[in-house]
């Protein structure tokens, strides 16, 4: 969608029509401190709310339903996935049809697994395997236990990512956010070696050595360019 803007200085940056709305790249629009928002429309909600109308229930309802409803769970197992949000897609029932659902934690890890860039790097088929039992959970240091424990040593999320670099590499809140917007821009190696040499002081006052840091570091790197945002995963 168009963005609304009423100063002259962005029309360098976008096309400007005359109604005042303004065509802009999501980068641009980062830089000149305009909010960037994706107003969705989704057929799910309006078949939710006509449910809710049958049973004479409304939307607050649905807050009390529990989390951790097997019988919820089974109708996925069963691939019964027609009209279930994100899971009528192919790519997610394959996921899920590999690795099953006993918890909510499988919804949210099944949604972020199933895209491309976990996909196309093995990352997915790693997780599965871990997450059934076919192979060992192998973790990236003692340190990072507390980080992926939920993930089976795994890096899934952006918030393991920018949680690791706080808590080993002692990066402030505003260095692991700018770390995890260029992970999934892939802004290069430079950019990253700053970052590294601030990661690698705070490992080493954490007690790891440089060999132990840059493991850690490098699987920061790879993990974090196809990891997705958790908070979204799980709204989803």
């Known amino acids: 969608g168009g963005i609304i803007v009423t100063a002259d200085p962005v029309s360098e940056y976008c096309s400007v029509s005359r109604s ?9 629009a980062e830089d000149l401190n305009v909010l960037k928002i994706d107003a969705l429309g989704l057929r799910t909600l309006s078949v939710l709310q006509e449910c809710l109308e049958s049973v ?18 089974q109708v996925i197992n069963d691939e019964r996935c ?31 697994l199933a895209r491309p860039g976990p996909l196309h790097s093995g990352s997915t088929t790693e997780f599965t395997r871990r997450r059934t039992g076919e192979v060992e959970v192998k973790y990236l240091h003692e340190k990072c236990i507390k980080h992926t424990e939920d ?12 949680s690791i670099g706080r808590d080993i590499g002692h990066l402030s809140w505003e260095e692991v ?6 992970m999934s821009r892939s ?5 990253f070696n700053v970052y590294w040499e601030k990661f690698r002081v705070g490992a080493k006052e954490e007690g790891l050595t440089e060999k132990e840091a840059k493991h850690v570091w490098d699987n920061m790197c790879t993990h974090g360019s196809w990891s ?3 908070s979204h995963a799980v709204s989803y």
Request: glycine residues 10%; charged residues 25%; negative net charge.
């Open 20 to 28: 005042g709305a303004a065509q802009i790249d999501k980068y641009d």
């Open 177 to 182: 956010s700018e770390l995890r917007k260029a």
């Open 151 to 162: 993930t089976y040593g795994t890096i899934v999320y952006q918030e393991q990512v920018m």
């Open 187 to 191: 802004l290069g190696e430079e950019f």
């Open 82 to 112: 027609t009209g279930i949000f994100q899971f009528e897609g192919y790519t997610l029932q394959m996921v899920m049809k590999q690795m099953g659902v006993q918890k909510f934690d499988d919804l949210v890890a099944i949604t972020a």
């Open 56 to 73: 004479g229930k409304d939307r607050g309802w649905l807050l009390g339903l529990s989390l951790n409803d097997e019988a919820a769970f």
């Open 228 to 230: 997705f945002n958790k």
